[in-house]
C-alpha cells in the first residue's frame, strides 16, 4: 500500500510539512503602525511669517500626541508654490504634510502652468486659524476711516497706493477686491515680501497696506501705522477700536488669510482621520489657542471634508477676484 493513501499517515506528513514551513520561512512583515518615525511638515514660505510661526506651534503639540517630532522644513519660493510641489510629488505614506494656505486656492488661477494641481493633488486633513488682514496707513496721510480712505482716493490727482507682499498674494487680492467695492482709483505697488513692503510703508514710500495682522501688529501699538479698518466679518479682540471694512460701508466684506494641513493625494485615510483627530485636540487647548489669539489667529477645527469644501469654495472665489484684477504672477 502507497504510503499517501493511508488517511493517518497523510495527515501526519502534513502536520509535518507544516511544522517545516513554520520554522524555516520567514514570517511576513507586517506594515508599522503610523506613525513609526519623525514626519516633516513641509512650510511654502520662509522662517518668521505668519505661516511659518503658527506651522511651529502646531507641530510642537502635533509631535507630542502623536509620539514622534513633527520637523517643519521651510521651502520657500514663487508665493508657496515651491514647497507644495514638493509635497504633492511626495510619497503618500504620512510622512510629509504641507501647510495649505490661502496662496494655493490662489495660485490655481494665478498661475498658467504649475507643476502640480493645487486642488487635485493634496488630501485635506484640518483648518488650523484664519487670520485677518488690517488696512493700515502712513500716519502722515490725512486718513482717520475708510470713508477717509476712499475719499482720499477719489480726489487725489493720483489716486492712492496700496503695498503688498507681491502680485496675486492674498495681501494684494485683499487691496483688489476693496478697489472693485469701493470703485477707487488705488495703485497696486508690488514687493517681494512683506517686511520691505512695511519697510517703505512706514517711510512713506507708499501710502497704504491690507497686510496680515500678526505682521503689523507691532507697528500700530508703536503709533507706527494707523489702523483704519479690519477685513474679517468681526472686530479683533486684539484691536476692538478698529472697526470692521464691512461696518464702515461695505456689507459683507470678509477676507482673512488661512491655514490648514494636507497630505498628498492618496494618503491613507487612517492617517489622514488620525491627523484632523489630534489637530481638533491641540486646538482646544487653553494654551494653544491663546497662542494663537495673540496672533489674532482664530482656530478653526473642522473635519477634512470641511476643509475640502473650503478650499474649492476659495478656489472659485479668488478665480473671479484675478480675472477682474488682471492680477499675473510675477
Request: glycine fraction near 8%; include cysteine; proline fraction near 8%.
Amino acid at each position: 500500500m502507497s504510503l499517501f493513501k493511508t488517511p493517518s499517515r497523510r495527515a501526519a506528513l502534513a502536520a509535518l510539512f507544516t511544522a517545516f514551513a513554520c520554522t524555516t520561512l520567514p514570517a511576513r512583515a507586517q506594515p508599522a503602525a503610523w506613525p513609526s518615525k519623525p514626519i516633516k511638515l513641509v512650510v511654502g514660505y520662509a522662517a518668521g511669517g505668519a505661516t511659518d510661526v503658527i506651522a511651529r506651534i502646531v507641530a510642537v503639540e502635533l509631535g507630542k500626541q502623536l509620539g514622534q517630532p513633527v520637523l517643519v522644513d521651510n521651502r520657500a519660493g514663487a508665493n508657496s508654490n515651491v514647497g507644495a510641489e514638493i509635497v504633492a510629488r511626495a510619497p503618500a505614506d504620512g510622512y510629509t504634510l504641507y501647510v495649505y494656505t490661502i496662496a494655493n486656492t490662489i495660485n490655481a488661477s494665478l498661475y498658467d502652468k504649475l507643476g502640480y494641481d493645487p486642488l487635485k493633488d493634496f488630501e485635506p486633513m484640518g483648518l488650523i486659524a484664519k487670520v485677518p488682514n488690517i488696512l493700515v496707513v502712513n500716519p502722515q496721510l490725512p486718513v482717520k476711516t475708510l470713508a477717509d480712505y476712499v475719499n482720499f482716493a477719489k480726489t487725489s490727482p493720483n489716486g492712492i497706493t496700496f503695498a503688498s507682499s507681491g502680485s496675486g498674494s492674498s495681501i494684494h487680492l485683499s487691496g483688489e477686491i476693496f478697489k472693485m467695492a469701493a470703485k477707487a482709483p488705488m495703485l497696486h505697488v508690488p514687493y517681494r515680501g512683506s517686511a520691505p513692503a512695511v519697510t517703505d510703508l512706514l517711510g512713506g514710500q507708499v501710502q497704504s497696506m491690507f497686510d496680515n495682522a500678526p505682521s503689523v501688529l507691532p507697528h500700530v501699538r508703536g503709533g507706527k501705522l494707523n489702523a483704519i479698518a479690519i477685513t474679517s466679518a468681526q472686530r479683533s479682540p486684539l484691536l476692538p477700536e478698529v472697526p470692521t471694512v464691512a461696518e464702515s460701508g461695505f456689507p459683507g466684506f470678509d477676507v482673512q488669510s488661512w491655514f490648514g494641513i494636507a497630505g498628498p493625494a492618496g494618503t491613507p485615510q487612517a492617517v489622514v482621520q488620525r491627523v484632523n483627530s489630534e489637530l481638533v485636540k491641540l486646538l482646544a487647548l487653553p494654551e494653544v489657542r491663546q497662542r494663537l489669539l495673540n496672533l489674532a489667529a482664530t482656530p478653526e477645527p473642522g473635519t477634512p471634508a470641511q476643509m475640502r469644501s473650503w478650499t474649492l469654495s476659495e478656489a472659485k472665489r479668488w478665480r473671479e477676484v484675478v480675472k477682474q484684477s488682471g492680477a499675473r504672477a510675477e
